[in-house]
């Protein structure tokens, strides 16, 4: 541009003292004819003027068309982040359209394995009358079989009452065969439960399902689910042959841990976990290992129980209450710490009932542990929908539900369970413990256990 600015500048003032000179030539001397043609000079000039121009052009060419390349590269690389954004947002949204398929899908498979679970306790129920029933006849028969054999003992059983006999214990074959089809269901019923749990939690994590954690009191905080254990349950049946806690189960040499059947007085039937231990078979009622669990549930869960009796567990205020009423009772508490160290308490006990708000007294027996609950102090047991009359808001601060006095310590076995996010990260995994001097520790797993205090089964 400078050079055309240039060109045109240099061009007029040639002429101009061409035309002057001219002027000059024609006041001194005669006119001459005039050429058709410029100067040589002037040609020169020009030629000259036009190649500059000419490579001006160029340059800027060059230049302009290297500036409009830069600009498409860089047009390209905008569309192609546009797009790679365009796809990743459609992506996003069919995940999201996937899990919310998902969602129905496994809120309608839960309504079914409800409905499923309630129609195996009817038949149960059906099944175990029926037993009863058979139990009874078969009872009458035998009778009346040994009066027949005291009267007449030279004669031969009849055929028929032989018969009959065979027919009743292949009945009561066929019974317990159902029963145990019946438990099976059962344990895959409460297998199919947790998977569903732990599939609700993992998208409610993930924000797919709308969180009204923002929006409601502090109440709503803890998901409503249902305990597993009822799942284990039988109505009010009568059992006379049921033991009523594991010391029975033990005394009749089942000297193995697992899972039993037993039946407080005065109570339903309903499945625990016996701990055998020196001798020793212990009820155990509350048992976490890792967290998978939450704790953090209503106080209605709190009194029926919740939870996997093969792993983590509450096995819930009114069963405890129907097991202890029977007898004096010893808790016991055991901690496992992260370097695999173990600790104990032992108590003797009293345990309120529902209109006492479950309340705990104790009293310290022997440990390792001291001073690890509040003693001859009136515990209550407060839930986050359910507050102890004049009591703090606890559970709400420390989550879980728990037996609390007047202030609320670091001493919650119940209390949230700290996942390590990573292996490397030093961070407070367990659940947190005071100990006597103050020091806060992490707890790995804990137990929580009672026992017969004369060391016999109440019956």
Known sequence: MHLIKLFLYIVPVVIASRIDQSYSSFDSVSPEPKSRFAMLDDVKILANGLLQLGHGLKDFVHKTKGQINDIFQKLN???QSFCDLSQQTNEIKEEEKELRRTTSKLQVKNEEVKNMSLEINSKLESLLGEKILLQQKVRYLEEQLTNLIKTQPEIQEHPEVTSLKTFVE?????????????EEQYRQLNQQHSQIQEIENQLRRTGVQESTENSLPSKSRAPRTTPSLHLNETKNVEHDDI????????????????????KPSNSQVFNVYCDVKSGRSWTLIQHRIDGSQNFNETWENYKYGFGNLDGEF?????????IVKQS???????LEDWENTKHYVEYSFHLGNYETTYTLHLTEITGNVHN????????MFSTWDHKAKGHFNCPESFSGGWWWHDTCGENNLNGKYNKPRAKTKLERRGIPWKSQNGKLYSIKSTKILIHPADLESAE
């Open 77 to 79: 690389i905008f569309d």
């Open 243 to 262: 033991p009523v806690d594991c010391t029975t189960i033990y005394n009749k040499g089942e000297h193995t841990s697992g899972i039993y059947s037993i």
């Open 314 to 322: 509450w096995l819930g205020l009114e069963k405890i209450y129907s």
């Open 372 to 379: 690890a609950l509040p003693e001859h102090k009136d515990l």
């Open 328 to 334: 004096d009772y010893i808790l016991r508490i055991e």
């Open 170 to 182: 292949q009945q009561d074959n066929s019974i317990k065969d159902l029963l145990h089809t019946v």
